[in-house]
């Protein structure tokens, strides 16, 4: 099953990705070999030096005093002039080798007694009868009249190729292997119109991350290459900085395990997370892991524990996540344990884990998190307790709440008006509340999206304004337009499409392309809705983005406010009318007892 998707934004993922990446345990134990190997060279060109002054020490030639190396190496010279003639290599000459060579066989073959008899006069020619019979001889070798009775066979140029004569076999099987690698180059690298899709999958007791590469232009859906994971996946959350504060392109997975896995999604053949945020304590192990390894591994500082836990982890279930947009090294979570963590991912290697913050203003658990697109510091939570929630992340005590009639099961920011926050429920109700307006128990608006096993989980369009997508267990998709919707007029229904995927847990538009979503479910299987092929859609949106294929009306440009400011002045306004109200029974309960007097 497919439990949660996460699209990639376009211009992120590195279009050549790495075969490995070097985590940072092997980088520190690969500097320590590297030392070590020079420790070791110096040692021993230091024992070298002092053998060779023990010999020098031992020398008898030496023991006069001590001399400098260019009078030990002038001693011992060889005078040349001593050498015999032949190892006097000077002197040596090249002609007179030759001449000298020369003499040495015409005295071995002509003017020698051992010579006679082999048909060589004293002058060194050859005697007339020894000539004639060559001649003879000749004369009887001769074949010219000799009929040639073999078979002529053409040449098998392939069959010589493939039994490797001339080098063309070698040839060839090169030209392959340079093909096979520009055909792997090809296969993993990415193309710039390429959307990349996360999709959580658990088949039987095989849990992964799946990197799925969507071509839009030719509508071909792979599986570019894929990460294995120790324990089922519930949620995921993109992020482009690592602990070393390195912009990239990073996932974090929640999964039923404390703690939070961050891998590198540009890594295709990746062994071990780039980051764990909590879960347990390894400290010992990883030493221990050094020390064998490394023999001088430097390990890190053991963590304080806690039921075998790194200290500021989670006790539970990591149920959600949401990755700051605006302050890119925030990541919060959502848990099991009823808590909502704020972590530092550049502070990983801490003492105390990158913890920033610990939130404890729910009383079940936490289901779905959202940070504001525009304002950092604001997070929206939805819990089991059956509350949403809004809390400032720079104060402990800042937290705004209102009820729900169901489970929350997601939670969303409308992009294209910030100050709408929206919650999905179990019951299959959407909820949509002005949070300049949030302690008020009236919605903004609210309908029923899906009447069947409730609604599962809900995304807006980012580039379309006004587009809500929800999906439920009843295996469909459903578009709303909420563009116009009041407390009188609920958003209007779009249509609907069953997905053929299962059940399905998880919708999302992709934010770079205005008409592709995507979903998944309890089927093996993502799917992909292009809704540009739906002309009941472009008619309805078309004209609402920067597309020259459409009408695009004149937009009157309302006057923003500051988010804070506008919730600050709407907290100052309830403040001055319940002030007012208390003055008002205060006047009238002096009234009263004036009167009785």
Known sequence: MISCIEWIPKGVADPNPKRY??????????????????????????????????????DPAVTGGERS?????????????????ELRMDDYSDDEDDEAREKDIGSLLIGNEATTGLGID?????????????????????????????????????????????????????????????????????QPNDALVIVAKTQEDFASLEVTVYEESTGNLFVHHDIPLPAFPLCLAHGTINNDGEAGNYIAVGTFDPGI?????????????????????????????AKTMGGKGRAKPSMNKRNGLKIGSHTDAVMSLSWNSNHRQVLASGSADKTVKLWDVTKADDANGGVAATLTH????????????????????????????????????????????????????????????????????VICWDVRNFNTSKPYWSFIAHEYGGCSDISYNATIP???????????????????????????????????????????????????????????????????????????????????GFFQ???????????????AAKDQV????????????????????HKKR
Not at 148 to 159: A, I, L, N
Not at 268 to 285: K, Y
Not at 400 to 416: F, G, L, N, T, Y
Not at 575 to 588: P, R, T, W
């Open 21 to 58: 990446e070097l985590s940072k345990a092997e980088r520190e134990l690969l500097e320590q070999d590297a030392e070590d190997d020079i420790e070791v060279g110096s040692d021993e060109e230091e024992e070298e030096e002092e053998d060779d002054n023990e010999e020098m020490d031992d």
């Open 69 to 85: 190396a260019s009078d030990i190496i002038a001693s011992q010279l060889v005078d040349p002039s001593s050498l015999p003639a």
């Open 122 to 190: 004293e002058d060194g020619n050859i005697e007339d009868e020894v000539a004639e019979e060559s001649e003879e001889e000749d004369e009887e070798d001769d074949f010219d009249d000799v009929p040639d009775t073999r078979e002529f066979m053409t040449s098998d140029v392939k069959g010589l190729e493939a039994m490797s004569f001339g080098g063309y076999a070698g040839q060839a099987e090169f030209n392959i292997e340079d093909d096979d690698d520009d055909s792997d180059v090809e296969d993993t690298n990415l």
């Open 261 to 289: 896995e961050i891998w590198n999604a540009d890594v295709l053949n990746a062994l071990e997370p780039t980051i764990i945020l909590g879960g347990e304590d390894t400290s010992e192990v990883d030493a221990q892991w």
């Open 362 to 429: 729910h009383t079940d658990k936490v289901q779905s998190l959202a940070w504001h697109p525009n304002e950092g510091t604001i997070l929206a939570t939805g819990s089991y307790d059956r509350t949403v929630a809004i809390v400032d992340a720079r104060t402990s005590d800042s937290c705004k709440r209102v009820k729900i009639p169901a489970d929350c099961e997601s939670i969303a920011w409308d992009p294209h008006q910030p100050h709408l926050l929206t919650s999905a429920s179990e019951d299959g109700s």
């Open 466 to 548: 006004g587009m809500l997508a929800t999906c439920a267990i009843d295996k469909t998709v459903a578009l709303w337009d909420t563009r116009g919707a009041t407390p009188e007029n609920k958003p209007f229904p779009c249509g609907n499409k069953d997905m053929n995927v299962g059940k399905l847990y998880s919708v999302s538009f992709y934010q770079s392309s205005p008409w592709l979503l995507g979903c998944g479910g309890s089927g093996n299987q993502v799917a992909l809705w292009n809704l540009a092929s739906e002309e009941v859609f472009r008619k309805r949106f078309g004209y609402r983005i920067n597309d020259p």
């Open 553 to 567: 009306p004149e937009v009157v440009e309302e006057k923003t406010e500051d988010f804070e400011a506008m919730m």
């Open 574 to 593: 309830v403040a001055e009318v319940k002030k007012e109200e208390g003055d008002k029974k205060k006047k009238g309960k002096s009234k009263k007892v």
